[in-house]
């Protein structure tokens, strides 16, 4: 089994920046691939960025060039560094991980971005 938890979310004015940390615990050798997703309220879960142990990345075409997804292996922490934030980036933000087939999530965290 793999827990992760969320921080780094809140209230931020367009333009602004914000730093998701997601610390991984458990099972942490089993993980492979690692990403954030977000929901927009009435909207589906969609991807953020991803990231596997080679660091290789994947982004979202719409947040590339804003977004950086990065993975500390010695802390077990996944983070997501979002720029120039818009209020359309507003949703719970949500960090997976990818375990033997098995796809485990965080609680979320809140993002809200004001215009």
């Known amino acids: 089994q793999v827990q992760l938890v969320e921080s780094g979310g809140g209230l931020v004015q367009a333009g602004g920046s914000l730093r998701l940390s997601c610390a991984a615990s458990g099972s942490i050798f089993s993980i492979s691939a690692m990403g954030w997703y977000r929901q927009a309220p009435g909207k589906q879960r969609e991807l953020v960025a991803r990231i596997i142990p080679g660091g290789s990345t994947i982004y979202a075409d719409s947040l590339k060039g804003r977004f950086t997804i990065s993975r500390d292996n010695a802390k077990n922490t996944v983070y997501l560094q979002m720029n120039s934030l818009k209020p359309e980036d507003t949703a719970l933000y949500y960090c997976?991980?990818?375990?033997?087939?098995?796809?485990?999530w965080g609680q979320g965290t809140q993002v809200t971005v004001s215009s």
């Open positions: 997976n991980a990818l375990v033997h087939g098995t796809t485990h």
